[in-house]
């Protein structure tokens, strides 16, 4: 077939491997069927930083774009279940609360299902908000089934995303890639060439001397950001005046016999420890502030709250959480932690890989780089990682913990005006408002809210003109939301029967 735009892309190089790359690499050979080269260049004496085991729900919808069947990925990545985050210690101490995927039952009238919760709640006739989530009532009992297709129900009101070894998905997405055509080079990048009149990239070198020229360039070389700063120096925001911790230890240990269908993220003194159950092992780590515990009484910390035998010495990371000042620079798109850190607390770094790729293919570029598509991409970007963002600081922000030097710190931080917004609007008449390019909608920001204690000073006004009486209703959907948790195959028995791992 003949290529009808001459100024089409022409050739692609992602520079970087790991689950940034081979995600990359493999949206891209779905999707140009025609007429482009996609190389992908990485060096196995290069390490991953290979700790984002846990995703969101939208990376079901990127596997399906990519024809995946769920199952065959599970088990070639010795997946689980995900069905949202348990928070412990957070809001206080000897306290926990459940962030679902999925809605809070369904809402019966104009006015929303928590607005009669909260009603019920200052009358004392309500029950936990958690039991009134079918997230929940599956992941508290250790239970994981597919959402029922029969919108009438309630198992029908829930999400789920995946657990999964991040180095096993990336090797699942090189061998699905390099089937579809993407050439994958071995070798490390000493040098790179700009064109003289623009800056753009017009091609890197390897140590051996080869040289691999492109049109496109995706950076996917991690913190070092090789061409998104090295070359092109497009700075960065620091965002840990808001988001302090700084450093973070992993370790994979035996597996539990609680295998749980959700994350578990524990507060700790000086950051928040998390839990990742996979079929083979369960992922750990310490998300800590160096500023307040050091790297050895962090390691202390973290083997000492382990399910089991630790498998490997605890692998230290240091971070600056924040983003580029650009995304896209010139002929250059910063995908993954090229682009910005995101602490893992929401489990959103494998869903910015996502994002950005998604982003790229709608707004994808021919070889004039038009200014219009990637002042776009970068607008979209930079909302979607200043949304994200500011969910995160909720969580610290809205803690009573004053036992730490952290805790007292984020407790009386200042925070962007976009958080008290809507922190306020919570507090004032329990109403959760939405922003173009929130990925986190209201059933997230009220399970922080109300699980770390920002309670309303009043419900919607319009509730008092409704003529609701909804204590029975809310009893009987925690009922029925219990009913149908209790009818649920068992989180290991569900793995057993559709895709268990060798």
């Known amino acids: 077939m003949k290529q009808t735009n001459p100024r089409a892309i022409r050739s692609i190089v992602i520079v970087g491997g790991g689950t940034a790359g081979w995600m990359t690499a493999a949206a891209l050979a779905n999707a140009l069927k025609a007429h482009c080269t996609v190389t992908l260049i990485e060096s196995d004496e290069i390490g991953t930083v290979g700790v984002g085991e846990a995703t ?14 769920e199952n065959e990925f599970v088990r070639a990545t010795q997946g689980s279940f995900k069905l949202g985050i348990e928070f412990v210690d957070w ?25 009669y919760w909260l ?54 997405l090189r061998t699905y890639a390099e089937a579809r055509g993407v050439v994958r080079i071995e070798g490390k990048i000493a040098d790179y060439e700009q064109t003289a009149e623009t800056g753009f990239i017009r091609s890197v070198t390897l140590e051996d001397g080869r040289g691999f020229a492109g049109d496109l360039f995706i950076d996917c070389s991690g913190f070092r950001g090789l ?43 000086a950051g ?35 399910d089991g035998k630790a498998l490997a010495d605890p692998k230290p990371l240091r971070f600056v959480t924040g983003r580029r000042n650009l995304f896209w620079n010139k002929n250059v798109v910063a995908i993954g932690l090229s682009g910005g850190f995101m602490e893992p607390l929401e489990s959103t770094s494998i869903h910015l890989i996502q994002a950005g790729i998604a982003k790229l293919l ?108 909804s204590a029975v209703f809310l009893r009987k959907l925690a009922d029925a939301l219990a009913r149908a948790g209790e009818g649920m195959p068992t989180h290991a028995g569900y793995i057993e029967a559709n895709c268990r791992a060798g």
């Not at 206080?92 to 928590?114: S, W």
């Open 56 to 69: 969101i729900p939208p990376i079901r919808t990127f596997n399906a774009t990519l024809g995946i069947d």
């Open 91 to 115: 809001g206080r101490r000897d306290h926990r609360y459940f962030h679902p995927f999925g809605t809070y039952g369904r809402d019966f009238d104009m006015v929303p299902l928590h607005q």
């Open 119 to 172: 009603d019920a709640q200052r009358k004392g006739e309500a029950p936990p908000l958690d039991d009134l989530c079918m997230a929940w009532a599956a992941a508290s009992r250790g239970k994981f089934a597919q959402p029922s297709a029969d919108p009438r129900s309630v198992a029908s009101t829930f999400d789920y995303a995946y657990h999964f070894d991040a180095g096993l998905y990336a090797r699942f």
């Open 227 to 269: 061409l998104i700063e090295g070359a092109l120096e497009t700075g960065y925001q620091d965002w840990t005046h808001w988001l302090p911790c700084d450093r973070a230890l992993a370790v994979p240990c035996e597996r539990a016999s609680e295998f749980t269908p959700y994350t578990r993220s524990t507060a700790r003194e």
């Open 272 to 306: 928040w420890q998390w839990r990742i159950p996979l079929q083979h092992r369960t992922g750990n780590g310490y998300v800590y502030c160096s500023k307040f515990i050091d790297e050895a009484a962090a390691a202390e910390k973290l083997l000492a709250n382990l």
């Open 362 to 469: 709608a707004l994808f570029p021919d070889r004039d780089f038009d200014p219009l598509v990637t002042d776009e991409y970068n607008r979209l970007g930079i909302a979607e990682f200043e949304r994200i963002r500011d969910f995160i600081i909720l969580h610290y922000k809205l803690t009573t913990r004053t036992d730490t030097e952290l805790w007292r710190y984020c407790g009386a931080m200042d925070v962007p005006d976009s958080v008290t917004w809507k922190i306020d609007h919570f507090r004032r008449y329990g109403r959760l408002l939405a922003r173009e390019a929130d990925l986190f909608g209201p059933p997230s920001w009220l399970a922080v809210h109300v699980g770390q204690g920002n309670m309303p000073e009043a419900t919607d006004p319009l509730l008092a003109h409704r003529g609701q009486d």
